[in-house]
Protein backbone atom coordinates (compact mmCIF):
# COMPACT_ATOMS: atom_id res chain seq x y z
CA UNK A 1 0.00 0.00 0.00
CA UNK A 2 1.48 3.48 -1.04
CA UNK A 3 1.91 6.10 1.48
CA UNK A 4 -0.47 8.45 0.80
CA UNK A 5 -3.16 5.67 0.92
CA UNK A 6 -1.89 4.68 4.38
CA UNK A 7 -2.47 7.62 5.37
CA UNK A 8 -5.98 8.55 3.67
CA UNK A 9 -7.39 5.17 5.25
CA UNK A 10 -5.46 5.72 8.43
CA UNK A 11 -7.38 8.46 9.67
CA UNK A 12 -10.41 10.32 9.11
CA UNK A 13 -12.18 13.51 10.56
CA UNK A 14 -15.50 11.43 10.14
CA UNK A 15 -14.33 9.12 12.27
CA UNK A 16 -16.66 6.75 15.37
CA UNK A 17 -14.92 7.91 18.87
CA UNK A 18 -14.52 5.75 21.81
CA UNK A 19 -16.02 6.19 24.69
CA UNK A 20 -14.95 8.10 28.08
CA UNK A 21 -12.24 6.59 29.50
CA UNK A 22 -10.10 3.75 28.49
CA UNK A 23 -11.34 2.07 25.29
CA UNK A 24 -13.20 -1.00 26.19
CA UNK A 25 -11.24 -3.59 25.11
CA UNK A 26 -11.75 -6.93 26.81
CA UNK A 27 -9.09 -8.87 24.76
CA UNK A 28 -8.72 -11.75 26.74
CA UNK A 29 -7.03 -15.48 25.43
CA UNK A 30 -4.09 -17.20 24.51
CA UNK A 31 -2.36 -17.75 21.59
CA UNK A 32 0.40 -19.76 20.84
CA UNK A 33 -0.17 -21.23 24.81
CA UNK A 34 0.79 -17.48 26.06
CA UNK A 35 -1.44 -15.37 27.85
CA UNK A 36 -2.38 -12.06 26.20
CA UNK A 37 -3.34 -9.22 28.43
CA UNK A 38 -5.97 -7.29 27.51
CA UNK A 39 -5.59 -4.21 25.12
CA UNK A 40 -6.84 -2.29 27.64
CA UNK A 41 -4.26 -3.15 30.40
CA UNK A 42 -1.50 -2.79 27.78
CA UNK A 43 -2.63 0.38 26.55
CA UNK A 44 -2.85 1.65 30.56
CA UNK A 45 0.80 0.22 31.27
CA UNK A 46 2.23 2.07 28.19
CA UNK A 47 1.06 5.30 28.91
CA UNK A 48 1.76 4.85 32.59
CA UNK A 49 5.16 3.87 32.28
CA UNK A 50 5.52 7.38 30.47
CA UNK A 51 4.74 9.82 32.38
CA UNK A 52 5.55 7.48 36.07
CA UNK A 53 9.32 8.18 36.23
CA UNK A 54 10.74 7.72 39.43
CA UNK A 55 11.37 11.96 41.06
CA UNK A 56 9.69 14.99 40.79
CA UNK A 57 12.04 16.14 37.89
CA UNK A 58 10.02 14.48 35.08
CA UNK A 59 8.31 16.25 32.88
CA UNK A 60 5.09 15.01 32.81
CA UNK A 61 4.84 14.78 36.85
CA UNK A 62 4.45 10.93 38.50
CA UNK A 63 1.83 8.70 39.06
CA UNK A 64 0.80 7.33 42.57
CA UNK A 65 2.82 4.37 43.32
CA UNK A 66 1.94 0.71 41.61
CA UNK A 67 2.47 -1.20 44.18
CA UNK A 68 0.30 1.25 46.84
CA UNK A 69 -2.15 -1.16 48.67
CA UNK A 70 -5.16 -0.49 49.57
CA UNK A 71 -5.72 1.94 46.58
CA UNK A 72 -6.31 5.26 48.37
CA UNK A 73 -9.47 7.16 47.65
CA UNK A 74 -8.09 10.20 46.92
CA UNK A 75 -8.68 13.93 44.74
CA UNK A 76 -5.69 14.67 42.15
CA UNK A 77 -5.52 18.16 44.54
CA UNK A 78 -4.36 16.08 47.22
CA UNK A 79 -1.41 14.48 45.35
CA UNK A 80 2.05 16.01 45.26
CA UNK A 81 3.09 14.11 41.67
CA UNK A 82 0.20 13.09 39.56
CA UNK A 83 -0.43 13.24 35.56
CA UNK A 84 -0.95 16.95 34.01
CA UNK A 85 -5.33 17.59 33.04
CA UNK A 86 -6.09 14.10 34.35
CA UNK A 87 -9.61 13.37 35.62
CA UNK A 88 -10.49 12.05 39.31
CA UNK A 89 -11.87 9.08 36.94
CA UNK A 90 -8.69 8.49 34.88
CA UNK A 91 -6.54 8.51 37.79
CA UNK A 92 -8.81 5.99 39.60
CA UNK A 93 -9.00 3.80 36.59
CA UNK A 94 -5.30 3.73 36.35
CA UNK A 95 -5.11 3.50 40.03
CA UNK A 96 -6.79 0.24 40.06
CA UNK A 97 -5.20 -0.64 37.18
CA UNK A 98 -1.87 -0.66 38.50
CA UNK A 99 -3.30 -3.75 40.95
CA UNK A 100 -3.38 -6.24 37.45
CA UNK A 101 -0.44 -8.50 37.95
CA UNK A 102 2.49 -7.93 35.43
CA UNK A 103 1.48 -9.45 31.97
CA UNK A 104 3.76 -11.19 30.10
CA UNK A 105 5.68 -10.03 27.12
CA UNK A 106 3.42 -10.55 23.86
CA UNK A 107 6.70 -9.77 21.34
CA UNK A 108 6.22 -13.14 19.60
CA UNK A 109 2.54 -12.44 19.02
CA UNK A 110 1.74 -11.99 15.63
CA UNK A 111 0.31 -8.96 14.99
CA UNK A 112 -2.85 -10.12 12.55
CA UNK A 113 -3.97 -12.44 15.60
CA UNK A 114 -3.69 -9.48 17.98
CA UNK A 115 -5.44 -6.74 15.45
CA UNK A 116 -8.21 -9.98 15.14
CA UNK A 117 -8.60 -10.03 18.64
CA UNK A 118 -8.85 -6.05 19.36
CA UNK A 119 -11.45 -5.67 16.01
CA UNK A 120 -13.77 -8.68 17.56
CA UNK A 121 -14.02 -7.46 21.12
CA UNK A 122 -14.17 -3.78 20.84
CA UNK A 123 -17.11 -1.42 22.24
CA UNK A 124 -17.77 1.81 20.54
CA UNK A 125 -19.72 4.50 21.52
CA UNK A 126 -21.14 7.94 19.79
CA UNK A 127 -20.27 11.08 20.86
CA UNK A 128 -22.92 13.78 21.90
CA UNK A 129 -20.82 17.12 22.81
CA UNK A 130 -20.54 19.42 19.77
CA UNK A 131 -18.48 22.76 19.47
CA UNK A 132 -18.74 25.81 17.24
CA UNK A 133 -15.24 27.62 17.84
CA UNK A 134 -11.69 26.73 18.49
CA UNK A 135 -12.28 28.58 21.78
CA UNK A 136 -15.21 26.42 23.04
CA UNK A 137 -13.10 23.15 22.12
CA UNK A 138 -9.97 24.52 24.22
CA UNK A 139 -11.80 25.38 27.18
CA UNK A 140 -13.14 22.42 27.68
CA UNK A 141 -10.18 20.12 26.12
CA UNK A 142 -10.76 16.68 27.78
CA UNK A 143 -14.10 16.61 25.89
CA UNK A 144 -15.13 14.25 22.77
CA UNK A 145 -16.32 16.50 20.02
CA UNK A 146 -18.39 14.77 17.21
CA UNK A 147 -15.88 16.28 14.58
CA UNK A 148 -12.64 14.76 16.31
CA UNK A 149 -10.35 12.41 14.60
CA UNK A 150 -10.03 8.62 16.26
CA UNK A 151 -8.13 5.87 15.71
CA UNK A 152 -9.94 2.94 14.49
CA UNK A 153 -9.78 -0.38 16.16
CA UNK A 154 -6.66 -1.54 14.38
CA UNK A 155 -4.75 1.44 14.72
CA UNK A 156 -5.41 1.74 17.88
CA UNK A 157 -3.57 -1.57 19.02
CA UNK A 158 -1.05 -0.47 16.50
CA UNK A 159 -0.39 2.82 18.19
CA UNK A 160 -0.59 0.26 22.10
CA UNK A 161 2.04 -2.19 19.96
CA UNK A 162 4.35 0.47 19.05
CA UNK A 163 4.31 2.59 21.99
CA UNK A 164 5.35 -0.24 24.24
CA UNK A 165 8.60 -1.10 21.62
CA UNK A 166 8.97 2.94 22.42
CA UNK A 167 9.25 2.76 26.15
CA UNK A 168 11.19 -0.16 25.80
CA UNK A 169 14.21 1.91 23.56
CA UNK A 170 13.88 4.75 26.38
CA UNK A 171 14.47 1.88 28.81
CA UNK A 172 17.80 1.09 26.69
CA UNK A 173 19.04 4.42 26.40
CA UNK A 174 18.12 6.17 29.57
CA UNK A 175 15.96 8.54 30.54
CA UNK A 176 17.74 11.77 29.95
CA UNK A 177 19.42 10.24 26.54
CA UNK A 178 15.88 9.66 25.25
CA UNK A 179 14.96 13.40 25.62
CA UNK A 180 17.19 14.31 22.52
CA UNK A 181 17.49 10.64 20.62
CA UNK A 182 17.01 11.02 17.29
CA UNK A 183 14.41 8.91 15.27
CA UNK A 184 17.36 6.71 13.56
CA UNK A 185 19.12 6.68 16.41
CA UNK A 186 16.19 5.33 18.08
CA UNK A 187 15.33 2.77 15.04
CA UNK A 188 19.10 1.70 15.41
CA UNK A 189 19.50 0.82 19.10
CA UNK A 190 16.16 -1.25 18.19
CA UNK A 191 17.01 -3.17 15.38
CA UNK A 192 20.43 -4.32 17.28
CA UNK A 193 18.96 -4.79 20.99
CA UNK A 194 16.97 -8.05 21.70
CA UNK A 195 15.71 -6.42 24.95
CA UNK A 196 13.68 -4.13 22.36
CA UNK A 197 13.32 -5.59 18.83
CA UNK A 198 12.88 -4.01 15.80
CA UNK A 199 10.52 -1.72 15.21
CA UNK A 200 8.06 -4.06 12.08
CA UNK A 201 6.71 -2.43 8.70
CA UNK A 202 3.48 -1.81 9.93
CA UNK A 203 4.45 -0.11 13.18
CA UNK A 204 6.63 2.35 11.11
CA UNK A 205 4.18 2.98 8.87
CA UNK A 206 1.97 3.65 11.62
CA UNK A 207 4.52 6.53 13.07
CA UNK A 208 5.23 7.50 9.37
CA UNK A 209 1.24 8.89 9.47
CA UNK A 210 1.19 10.56 12.74
CA UNK A 211 4.36 12.43 11.57
CA UNK A 212 3.01 13.61 8.23
CA UNK A 213 -0.82 14.16 9.16
CA UNK A 214 -2.29 17.79 8.16
CA UNK A 215 -2.42 18.42 11.82
CA UNK A 216 -5.40 21.33 11.38
CA UNK A 217 -7.51 18.00 10.44
CA UNK A 218 -7.15 17.31 14.22
CA UNK A 219 -7.85 20.80 15.16
CA UNK A 220 -4.41 21.82 16.18
CA UNK A 221 -3.43 24.91 13.79
CA UNK A 222 0.44 25.35 15.57
CA UNK A 223 3.34 25.79 13.23
CA UNK A 224 5.40 22.36 12.14
CA UNK A 225 8.56 23.82 12.88
CA UNK A 226 10.30 19.82 12.47
CA UNK A 227 10.03 18.98 8.90
CA UNK A 228 12.11 15.40 9.40
CA UNK A 229 11.21 12.75 11.84
CA UNK A 230 15.22 11.88 11.28
CA UNK A 231 15.98 15.51 13.29
CA UNK A 232 19.10 15.66 14.89
CA UNK A 233 20.11 17.33 17.75
CA UNK A 234 24.19 17.45 18.34
CA UNK A 235 25.19 16.61 21.74
CA UNK A 236 27.36 19.91 21.36
CA UNK A 237 24.13 22.01 20.74
CA UNK A 238 22.89 21.02 24.78
CA UNK A 239 23.95 21.39 28.03
CA UNK A 240 22.52 18.94 30.76
CA UNK A 241 20.39 21.24 33.60
CA UNK A 242 21.95 20.42 36.93
CA UNK A 243 19.00 18.86 39.67
CA UNK A 244 16.20 18.74 36.39
CA UNK A 245 17.20 15.72 34.56
CA UNK A 246 16.54 18.05 31.32
CA UNK A 247 18.54 19.41 29.14
CA UNK A 248 18.85 22.69 27.39
CA UNK A 249 20.39 24.23 23.99
CA UNK A 250 23.22 26.03 24.51
CA UNK A 251 23.01 29.98 24.37
CA UNK A 252 19.46 31.59 24.49
CA UNK A 253 17.98 29.25 25.92
CA UNK A 254 20.03 28.38 28.63
CA UNK A 255 21.28 31.99 29.16
CA UNK A 256 17.25 32.86 29.20
CA UNK A 257 16.41 30.09 31.71
CA UNK A 258 19.14 30.96 33.88
CA UNK A 259 18.33 34.87 34.13
CA UNK A 260 14.55 34.35 35.06
CA UNK A 261 15.57 31.68 37.23
CA UNK A 262 17.96 34.36 39.03
CA UNK A 263 15.23 37.15 39.39
CA UNK A 264 12.46 34.78 40.14
CA UNK A 265 14.73 32.79 42.47
CA UNK A 266 14.97 29.19 42.98
CA UNK A 267 11.62 27.69 43.60
CA UNK A 268 11.14 27.81 39.84
CA UNK A 269 12.59 24.90 38.48
CA UNK A 270 12.66 23.56 34.84
CA UNK A 271 10.18 21.03 34.32
CA UNK A 272 10.72 20.44 30.54
CA UNK A 273 13.24 21.25 28.35
CA UNK A 274 14.62 19.55 24.84
CA UNK A 275 12.69 16.92 23.44
CA UNK A 276 13.35 15.29 19.92
CA UNK A 277 10.77 14.27 17.66
CA UNK A 278 11.00 10.37 19.02
CA UNK A 279 10.39 12.03 22.79
CA UNK A 280 7.62 13.75 21.14
CA UNK A 281 5.81 10.25 19.76
CA UNK A 282 5.73 9.03 23.07
CA UNK A 283 4.16 11.95 24.87
CA UNK A 284 1.35 12.45 22.23
CA UNK A 285 1.15 8.42 22.20
CA UNK A 286 0.40 8.13 25.68
CA UNK A 287 -2.24 10.97 26.10
CA UNK A 288 -3.57 9.70 22.87
CA UNK A 289 -4.24 6.52 24.83
CA UNK A 290 -5.24 8.82 28.14
CA UNK A 291 -7.38 9.83 25.62
CA UNK A 292 -9.13 6.63 24.52
CA UNK A 293 -7.58 7.20 21.04
CA UNK A 294 -9.03 10.10 20.23
CA UNK A 295 -6.18 12.15 18.50
CA UNK A 296 -7.96 15.78 18.66
CA UNK A 297 -8.15 15.68 22.48
CA UNK A 298 -4.55 14.47 22.47
CA UNK A 299 -3.54 17.32 20.56
CA UNK A 300 -5.18 20.00 22.69
CA UNK A 301 -2.86 18.82 25.39
CA UNK A 302 0.14 18.05 23.51
CA UNK A 303 1.79 18.91 20.16
CA UNK A 304 1.66 16.12 17.34
CA UNK A 305 5.23 15.50 16.55
CA UNK A 306 7.10 17.77 14.48
CA UNK A 307 4.89 20.77 16.16
CA UNK A 308 6.81 21.30 19.70
CA UNK A 309 8.81 24.05 20.10
CA UNK A 310 10.83 22.00 22.71
CA UNK A 311 12.66 21.07 19.90
CA UNK A 312 13.82 24.34 19.13
CA UNK A 313 14.33 26.05 22.25
CA UNK A 314 10.98 26.75 24.01
CA UNK A 315 10.87 24.91 27.84
CA UNK A 316 8.60 24.67 30.52
CA UNK A 317 8.88 25.90 34.16
CA UNK A 318 6.97 25.09 37.51
CA UNK A 319 6.89 25.79 41.75
CA UNK A 320 9.35 23.36 43.30
CA UNK A 321 7.03 21.16 44.79
CA UNK A 322 4.17 21.91 42.90
CA UNK A 323 3.27 18.63 41.21
CA UNK A 324 0.18 18.09 39.26
CA UNK A 325 -0.62 22.01 39.64
CA UNK A 326 2.64 22.66 37.31
CA UNK A 327 0.86 21.55 34.74
CA UNK A 328 -2.54 22.96 34.84
CA UNK A 329 -4.42 26.77 34.59
CA UNK A 330 -3.25 26.95 38.19
CA UNK A 331 0.17 27.47 37.74
CA UNK A 332 -0.98 30.97 36.72
CA UNK A 333 -1.94 31.62 40.59
CA UNK A 334 1.94 31.19 41.81
CA UNK A 335 3.82 33.42 43.51
CA UNK A 336 6.96 32.29 40.74
CA UNK A 337 4.32 32.88 37.74
CA UNK A 338 3.24 36.21 38.82
CA UNK A 339 7.21 37.13 39.04
CA UNK A 340 7.53 35.84 36.05
CA UNK A 341 4.76 37.98 34.45
CA UNK A 342 6.50 41.56 36.52
CA UNK A 343 9.48 41.01 34.76
CA UNK A 344 7.52 42.23 31.89
CA UNK A 345 9.41 40.31 28.73
CA UNK A 346 8.60 36.61 29.79
CA UNK A 347 6.10 35.42 27.16
CA UNK A 348 4.37 32.22 27.43
CA UNK A 349 3.71 30.28 23.76
CA UNK A 350 -0.04 29.22 24.64
CA UNK A 351 -1.83 31.72 25.82
CA UNK A 352 -5.67 31.55 27.27
CA UNK A 353 -6.79 33.02 24.21
CA UNK A 354 -4.56 31.79 21.71
CA UNK A 355 -6.28 29.97 18.29
CA UNK A 356 -4.31 27.30 17.76
CA UNK A 357 -6.51 24.62 19.31
CA UNK A 358 -4.12 24.27 22.35
CA UNK A 359 -5.45 24.47 26.28
CA UNK A 360 -3.82 27.54 28.05
CA UNK A 361 -0.24 26.46 29.38
CA UNK A 362 0.93 28.97 31.97
CA UNK A 363 3.91 27.40 32.35
CA UNK A 364 5.27 26.85 28.82
CA UNK A 365 7.73 29.39 28.07
CA UNK A 366 8.35 30.69 24.73
CA UNK A 367 11.77 31.27 23.66
CA UNK A 368 12.13 31.02 19.73
Known sequence: MKRRDFIKQSLSASAVIVGTGYASFDMLGHVRGQYIPPLEQRAAKAAAKVIAENGPDHDEGTLVSAQAEPIPDVHP????????????????????????????????????????LAEAKVEIAKPSASAQTVQEKVANFETDFTDDVLLKENEYAMLVKTLERINKVQDYVGYGNFNVLSFDEGMKYARYSPRIGHFTKDELNFLDMLFHYNSSHLGFFGEKVISTQSNVIANNAVTKMAGTGHYLFRGYSEAFYSKIRGEVGDSLILTSGVRNVFKQYQLFMAKTVQASGNL???????????HSYHAIGDFDVGQVGGGLQNFTAAFAETDEFKRLQDLGYVRIRYTADNNLGVRYEPWHIRVV
Open 296 to 306: SRASRSLAPPG
Open 77 to 116: RDLVNARPAQSYQQLRAEQLMAKIPEPVQVEEIAQPELTQ
